[in-house]
T-cell receptor, first 116, second 109 residues
Framework: GAGVSQSPSNKVTEKGKDVELRCDPI?????LYWYRQSLGQGLEFLIY????????KSGLPSDRFSAERTGGSVSTLTIQRTQQEDSAVYLC??????????????FGEGSWLTVV | QKEVEQNSGPLSVPEGAIASLNCTYS??????FFWYRQYSGKSPELIMS????GDKEDGRFTAQLNKASQYVSLLIRDSQPSDSATYLC?????????FGKGTRLHILP
């Protein structure tokens, strides 16, 4: 696609429910990143994929968070048993190569999650 | 010490003046440095990237890197009201790109 596409753009869910966020990176981009940004805060690194593998999962806040990527393209971030502190915008980004190349990462418009 | 530190601001600059945004980082092995601009409610967009010591200019923007001091800055010349936004400094460390919390810039008409 022309840009990084994320869905849903907005999600309101009840505490305790599971949510799934989707990211479709720019066509041909092998590297994919998930960040979280709480209101008025900076970007918190969650996880990075190179192809279908995730070399670094250390940013995931808890075992309620998981992510996968299939076919080297679409990625899903799943949050189980959501809590109010999970409310944030979840940003996905992609680049044509991994970060070691210094390549620019391009962001999607984000998925705004509100847990009530 | 936070990995990437920025003054949160707000930094108020008169229209037409030079805005100077600063960032320090803690990990000496960091290799790549980026400045992103984020408008309220929008996702970040890349302004500049810099990889070696010195200055890099692109239009009204100049990025400056000093690896010995672990310091990177962004200068915006002839500031415009449309430059009002939050500016995020980002640093590549291993396979992560770490962001600072950003500096809010307000250009006064």
């Amino acid at each position: 696609g022309a840009g990084v596409s994320q869905s849903p753009s907005n999600k309101v869910t009840e505490k305790g429910k599971d949510v799934e966020l989707r990211c479709d990176p720019i066509s041909g981009h092998t590297a994919l990143y998930w960040y979280r940004q709480s209101l008025g805060q900076g970007l918190e690194f969650l996880i990075y994929f190179q192809g279908n593998s995730a070399p670094d999962k250390s940013g995931l806040p808890s075992d309620r968070f998981s992510a996968e990527r299939t076919g080297g393209s679409v990625s899903t971030l799943t949050i189980q048993r959501t809590q109010q502190e999970d409310s944030a915008v979840y940003l996905c980004a992609s680049s044509s190569m991994g970060p070691r190349s210094g390549n620019t990462i391009y962001f999607g418009e984000g998925s705004w999650l509100t847990v009530v | 010490q936070k990995e990437v530190e920025q003054n949160s601001g707000p930094l108020s600059v008169p229209e037409g003046a030079i805005a100077s945004l600063n960032c320090t980082y803690s990990d000496r092995v960091s290799q790549s440095f980026f400045w992103y601009r984020q408008y309220s409610g929008k996702s970040p967009e890349l302004i500049m990237s810099i990889y070696s010591n010195g200055d890099k200019e692109d239009g009204r923007f100049t990025a400056q890197l000093n690896k010995a001091s672990q310091y990177v800055s962004l200068l915006i010349r002839d500031s415009q009201p449309s430059d009002s936004a939050t500016y995020l400094c980002a640093v590549r460390r291993d396979d992560k790109i770490i962001f600072g919390k950003g500096t809010r810039l307000h250009i006064l008409p």
